[in-house]
């Protein structure tokens, strides 16, 4: 039922998003001098902003770059996270203690002060957004997976593949990865929408997405500086992003519910 309800409501927010903005001839950036601060109505359909600029299509278009920013930085952390709990756990012994008591020092790492002081160092790169949180998320992944991993190399199926000659890689890569698949969709799920609550928090404190792009979070700092004058500004998109996180946390709760065996002996 979860999962149902879940993917529905993300196919939902996701029509509105990629095709919404079609339905009107507004552009994001263009400021309407007379309708500064409007409240919705036929002609803007969310308001505008106190700047005279249409909150509908400048709210469809930062849930873009939002939903962009949590699957590209998913991706990074989980290419980085599998890859590497597959290494420590298949490997185990010296390696293995070695690569998690890394993990163990960088889990010490204020990592969220840290991308912040390299968006501020290297600049405010979109690009460089995606790639410092994919870095910071990895950690949870790499465990995950390493778990997962000392499990499956002790299957029968492992030992069969030594027995008749095949490598390390190829076990890794036609063996260990495809039985990870399940554990690694579920959590992604649930990376998602935390990759887009820290976009948003760092939208919120002006180290995000910039002008002239826009996100769900730098519309919701937008939205709270001027949440007496027009509360407008702040409800919707907060809103949109409410309701692309509980859809993901819907998902990911229920392929947990689906696949995690731990959740099955419940």
């Not at 949870?140 to 000392?150: C, F, H, K, P």
């Not at 390390?168 to 399940?182: C, F, R």
């Not at 948003?200 to 730098?218: D, H, K, N, V």
Request: net charge negative; hydrophobic share 55%.
């Amino acid at each position: 039922m979860k999962l149902k309800l879940g993917l529905s409501l993300l196919l939902m927010l996701l029509v509105v998003v990629l095709f919404g903005p079609w339905l009107t001839g507004f552009n994001p950036e263009t400021i309407h001098w007379d309708d500064m601060a409007a409240a919705p109505d036929g002609i803007y359909w969310f308001g505008t902003d106190v700047m005279g600029r249409d909150l509908y299509i400048r709210t469809l278009l930062g849930g873009q770059v939002s939903l962009m920013v949590g699957l590209l930085a998913t991706l990074v952390s989980v290419l980085i996270g599998v890859t590497y709990g597959m290494i420590a756990g298949f490997f185990g012994g010296r390696v293995d203690a070695i690569m998690m008591r890394t993990v163990d020092v960088l889990y010490a790492l204020p990592f969220l002060f840290l991308v912040i002081l390299l968006l501020v160092f290297f600049g405010q790169n979109m690009w460089l957004l995606f790639a410092a949180i994919g870095c910071y998320l990895w950690l949870d992944m790499a465990r995950i997976v390493r778990g997962q991993t000392l499990v499956l190399k002790e299957q029968a199926f492992v030992e069969s593949a030594y027995a008749i000659g095949q490598k390390d890689a190829y076990i890794l890569l036609k063996h260990i990865l495809p039985n990870l698949i399940g554990v690694v969709v579920v959590y992604a799920t649930l990376t998602i929408p935390q990759v887009i609550m820290i976009e948003s928090f760092l939208s919120f404190l002006g180290l995000g997405i910039q002008e002239p792009m826009t996100s769900w979070g730098a519309l919701v700092n937008e939205g709270a500086s001027y949440m007496e004058m027009a509360p407008w500004s702040l409800l919707f998109p907060a809103l949109f992003l409410s309701l692309t996180l509980v859809g993901f946390n819907l998902v990911g709760d229920g392929l947990r519910d689906r696949w995690d065996p731990s959740m099955k002996n419940q």
